[in-house]
C-alpha cells in the first residue's frame, strides 16, 4: 500500500508533490508527509489525515526547492500519527527517505542498529532504512542505498535525498511498483504513473532490485551491483483528465458511468464477427499451448475474485476446460495437482496485489503456466506473466472496483470463446456471442438511464443495517460482488449467497429490516429464483429484484424492480451488476460516507 512520489527539476517541487500525493491517495490516505530539498537544506513536515491535512498545513510554510520526496500512507508498522508519518530521517537528519512496502526483518536490523546507538523516533519498519542508508554513506547516495538493499528483507519501492548531495534522488525498488518520468523540466518517480502523467507520458518502469540516480538533467539505471542498464521508454497511453472527476462528485459514479465506455475498450479491436472468434493478440507468445489448456485455474482477490467466478461458469459453459477460482490468499495453502499445460490466470486491476502475486510466483515454482489479466501497464503482475490481456480501461480511481469489474468479465468471456471456438463451439454460437457483447455498452447506457430509480430505491433502505444478495449459477458471483460492493462504500453489513443456501442458515435472519437484492434475468435459474423470492416474502422480507426487462409478473412478489436489457445468460452479470453498484453507492451517498476512500481500505493492497 502506500504512495510515494519524487521529484527533481527546474520547477518548484512543492506543488508537484502534492499535486501527485494527491492522485496517489488511492493507495492509503492516514497520513503523509513531504520532503523539499534547497542545496542542503531540507524542509520536511508531516501529517495525519488525508492530503488536504498536510496542504493545509505546509501552505503558509517556506518550502522553496526544486527536488523532493513525499508519501501518503496505509499504517502497517505503527499507528497513524504524526511520528509514524514519513519521510523517516536518520540520526543525523541528513537522509530522508519515504517508502512503499513492508521490511520482514526490521525488528533484527532495529536491535542492532540500537545497539551501534541509533535512537528511533517512529513505530515504523521504514525508518531502520534511513538509518542504515545514513550509517553507510561515505558521498556516494547510491552506494549507500545499495548496501542498504542488501541487508534487508521484504518489498520495497523508495525515494531518497540526502543533505550533502543536492540535485540527486536515488530510487530504487523490490517487489514494490515504481515508475521513473522522464520530461525536459526534470524527473520524476513515483508508486503509480497517475502521480507525474500531468507532467509526462515517457515513463520507464524500474524493475525488482534496481536503483535509479535522478537529476534535473540526467538518469541513470543501474543494479545492485552498480552495473548501468539501458532501459526503453515507454509512453503512457492515458491522459491527466482521465484521473479528474470530469463534473461527477466522486470517482465511484464517474467509473461507473464509464462502463458503456471500458466494456467496449475490452472489445475494441479484438472482435471478429465473420469468424466467430475473438482476437487476442497479448496470448499470442503462448497460444499453441494454450490451444491444448485442459486446466485452468483462475487467482485473483476481492472484486477480481468475484469476476473469476463469473468466469468459471462462463468458461464451463463455452469450453471443456475444467476451471478452479482460488482467492489468491489461500491459494498457496491447497495442494493443488496441475496436470501438464495446466494455465493460472491472475486477475488484477492494479496488477500488485501481494496476495495475488504469491500465488502466481508459487504456481510457477510447480510448473505452471502463467496469464494475467490486468489494467496498469508494466505492473508487476503484468511482467512477471508469461502473456495477457489489458483492460485498457483507464485509471480506476475509486477504491472500490467498479468498471474494471465489467472489463475483467468481458475479457474472460472472450478468452472463454476463443479456446471455445477451437473445441466445440460452432461458428453460429461464436458470432451470436459477437453480437450479444457488441450490444453490451448501449444496454449498460440503458441501466444508467434508471439511475434517479435505483437512488430512491436507495432512499427507502439504505438505513436498513444488514442487506442480503442473492443469485444462481452465473449470478451468484455478481450477488457476492454486490454485497462487497454495499460493504464498502456504506458500512452496511451484507452477505452475498447463493440462492440455494439461504434455506440453509441465513433464512433466520430475515425481517422486514432486512432488505434482499434477488438477481434474477430471465434465464433457466428464474423459477427457482422465484421460489427462493417467495420464501422471503412469507417472512415479510422487502425485496429489490434485479430482473430482464418486460417482466410484468415479478411485480407480484418483488417490492421494488430494477429492469435489465435482454441478453444471453452468460453475458446478464455484466448487466446485472451495474444496478448493484448504483446501490451500493447511493446508499453510501445518502449516509454521507467518503466513498472514494472508504475507511480502513486501500486501492493497491501491496500487503499480504
Ligand atoms: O488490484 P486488484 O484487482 O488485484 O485488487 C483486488 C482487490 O483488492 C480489490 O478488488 C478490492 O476488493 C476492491 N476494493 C473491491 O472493490
Redesign the pocket.
Known amino acids: 500500500m502506500c504512495g510515494i512520489v519524487s521529484y527533481v527539476g527546474e520547477k518548484q517541487a512543492r506543488p508537484i508533490l502534492v499535486g501527485g500525493l494527491k492522485q496517489l491517495e488511492y493507495r492509503g490516505y492516514d497520513s503523509a508527509g513531504i520532503a523539499v530539498q534547497n542545496g542542503p537544506k531540507i524542509s520536511c513536515q508531516r501529517s495525519v489525515g488525508k492530503i488536504i491535512e498536510l496542504e493545509k498545513k505546509i501552505s503558509s510554510l517556506d518550502m522553496d526547492g526544486t527536488m523532493g520526496i513525499a508519501h501518503t500512507r496505509w499504517a502497517t508498522h505503527g499507528e497513524a500519527s504524526e511520528h509514524n508519518a514519513h519521510p523517516h530521517t536518520d540520526q543525523e537528519q541528513r537522509v530522508f527517505i519515504v517508502h512503499n512496502g513492508i521490511i520482514e526483518n526490521y525488528a533484527f536490523l532495529k536491535k542492532k542498529l540500537q545497539k551501534e546507538g541509533c535512537r528511533f523516533y517512529s513505530e515504523t519498519d521504514t525508518e531502520v532504512l534511513a538509518h542504515l542508508v545514513g550509517i553507510q554513506f561515505d558521498g556516494d547516495l547510491a552506494e549507500a542505498v545499495r548496501k542498504t538493499m542488501s541487508q534487508v528483507e521484504g518489498t520495497f519501492g523508495i525515494a531518497v535525498i540526502h543533505r550533502d548531495v543536492p540535485g540527486e534522488i536515488v530510487v530504487a525498488r523490490r517487489g514494490s511498483p515504481l515508475v521513473i518520468g522522464l520530461s525536459d523540466e526534470g524527473h520524476f518517480a513515483a508508486s503509480d504513473v497517475s502521480a507525474m502523467v500531468r507532467y509526462t507520458n515517457q515513463v520507464i518502469h524500474l524493475q525488482d532490485n534496481e536503483l535509479a540516480t535522478l537529476r534535473k538533467d540526467d538518469f541513470l539505471i543501474s543494479t545492485a551491483r552498480a552495473e548501468p542498464i539501458q532501459r526503453s521508454i515507454e509512453t503512457v497511453e492515458w491522459h491527466a483528465e482521465d484521473a479528474e472527476l470530469n463534473g461527477f462528485p466522486h470517482f465511484m459514479l464517474k467509473e461507473i458511468y464509464e462502463q458503456p465506455e471500458t466494456v467496449m475498450n475490452a472489445m475494441r479491436g479484438r472482435l471478429e464477427l465473420g469468424e466467430g472468434v475473438p482476437k487476442l493478440g497479448g496470448i499470442t507468445p503462448v497460444w499453441e499451448e494454450l490451444k491444448k489448456c485442459r486446466h485452468l485455474v483462475i487467482v485473483?482477490?476481492?472484486?477480481?475474485?468475484y469476476a473469476g467466478s463469473v468466469g468459471r461458469y462462463v468458461f464451463e459453459k463455452l469450453t471443456d476446460i475444467d476451471v478452479e477460482v482460488e482467492v489468491a490468499s489461500e491459494f498457496r495453502y491447497r495442494k493443488l495437482n496441475f496436470p501438464p499445460n495446466t494455465f493460472i490466470i491472475a486477475?488484477?486491476?492494479?496488477?500488485?496485489?501481494a496476495d495475488?502475486l504469491a500465488a502466481i510466483r508459487e504456481a510457477k515454482r510447480k510448473g505452471a503456466r502463467l496469464l494475467g489479466i490486468v489494467n496498469v501497464v508494466g505492473s508487476s503482475i503484468s511482467r512477471e506473466t508469461e502473456a495477457g490481456i489489458y483492460n485498457h480501461a483507464g485509471p480506476e480511481i475509486g477504491?472500490?472496483?467498479?468498471k474494471?469489474f465489467t472489463s475483467q468479465l468481458t475479457i474472460l468471456i472472450l478468452l472463454a470463446l476463443l479456446l471455445g471456438r477451437h473445441q466445440n463451439l460452432s461458428l453460429t454460437e461464436g458470432a451470436e456471442t459477437i453480437r450479444a457483447l457488441q450490444k453490451l455498452p448501449e444496454q449498460i447506457r440503458k441501466i444508467l438511464s434508471q439511475a434517479n430509480h435505483i437512488e430512491a430505491i436507495a432512499e427507502k433502505y439504505h438505513t436498513c443495517r444488514n442487506w442480503l444478495f442473492l443469485g444462481r449459477k452465473f449470478n451468484y458471483p455478481i450477488a457476492m460482488e454486490g454485497a462487497?460492493?454495499l460493504k464498502?462504500v456504506s458500512y452496511i453489513h451484507a452477505e452475498g449467497y447463493a440462492a440455494g443456501e439461504m434455506k440453509h442458515g441465513p433464512i433466520a435472519l430475515i425481517t422486514p429490516e432486512m432488505p434482499t437484492v434477488a438477481i434474477l434475468p430471465k434465464d433457466d435459474m428464474y423459477e427457482k429464483m422465484i421460489s427462493n423470492i417467495q420464501e422471503i416474502k412469507s417472512r415479510r422480507g422487502p425485496v429489490i429484484a434485479i430482473t430482464t426487462e418486460g417482466n410484468k409478473e415479478i411485480g407480484e412478489v418483488a417490492d421494488e424492480v430494477i429492469e435489465i436489457p435482454p441478453t444471453l445468460d452468460f453475458l446478464n452479470p455484466i448487466l446485472a451488476v451495474v444496478p448493484c453498484q448504483l446501490l451500493a453507492y447511493y446508499c453510501a451517498n445518502l449516509l454521507n460516507r467518503d466513498i472514494d476512500k472508504p475507511r480502513n481500505?486501500a486501492?493497491?493492497?501491496t500487503v499480504e
Not at 300 to 305: D, F, K, L, R, V
Not at 399 to 402: D, I
Open positions: 485473483a482477490c476481492g472484486t477480481s475474485y486477475l488484477s486491476q492494479s496488477g500488485e496485489t495475488t477504491v472500490a472496483s467498479t474494471i462487497l460492493k464498502e481500505l486501492k493497491s493492497v
